[in-house]
């Protein structure tokens, strides 16, 4: 099926860009952002988190979550809580997508972009990008963040089980990259590892989002390509590279997954 873009109201906003392909819909708003807020089957329910209170505001001069997915910036301080409360520019891509445009920001001297791609095989391709406008470096990352419904739950892969080489039958050929570690977990202040909403398993580590409960976050250094979010009878997916020799932020964190009571 072809793809489909045109420009609707939306949450209170009077323009949005809704892209629809093979039954399924994406929107994002146009005055602010770049956001990306709505995502899930056409008359179905949204894979992402949209925050009502704040639907339809443009202008505030503090940072609101609106929800969706969004380019930030690590690690996480002030710089992550410039508003982009602003409009942001469109630009079609013809039978690709589009490309959202926001302010610059003044203060901190860069500009976001995403380039929303969705491809005849279904798969939905965005790139960000940070554009520095100050004429030096800036040592930021960036945070490509998505905002996920509630009553889900993650699903994260991990690499195959291999055991220590005391424990192998003896005769067995290893390899002395067995005895080094292949994984990190980094933990916050407010991380609990005895909740109950974490369940790490051999090859699958579970974080679910539970109504009413506390902040909790995890992070690592991620090297098996991609993590899910099990919503109801929607399975989102998400691709995520990794690179060997790059500098990732907080302790070498590639991807970090917080939740509370009202999102993952």
Known sequence: MSLSLEIVPYGGWSKAVRIRRDGWELVAPLEVGPRILRFGPVDGPNILFE????????????????????????????QCYAPDNDRVSFELLPEKGCRLTGEKSEKFGWQKSMEILWN??????????????????????????????????????????????????????FSMDDYLPNRNLTLWKYTDLADPRIQLGRSMWTLYQKKNAKALKIGFRHTEGWIGYQLGKLFFAKWISHEKDATYPDRGCNTELFTNGDIL
Not at 57 to 67: D, H, L, R, S, V
């Open 51 to 78: 925050n009502k209170e704040q639907l339809g505001n443009t202008g505030a001069k503090e940072w609101m979550i609106y929800g969706g997915h969004r380019l930030w910036t690590a690690p996480e301080n002030d």
């Open 120 to 173: 005849p095989d279904g798969l939905i391709q965005i790139e960000h990008r940070l554009m520095n406008s100050t004429g030096k470096a800036l040592a930021v990352s960036p945070w490509c963040l998505t905002v996920l419904n509630q009553d889900g739950a993650a699903l994260i892969p991990q690499p195959a089980y291999v055991p220590h080489p005391i424990d192998l039958p003896k005769g067995t050929k």
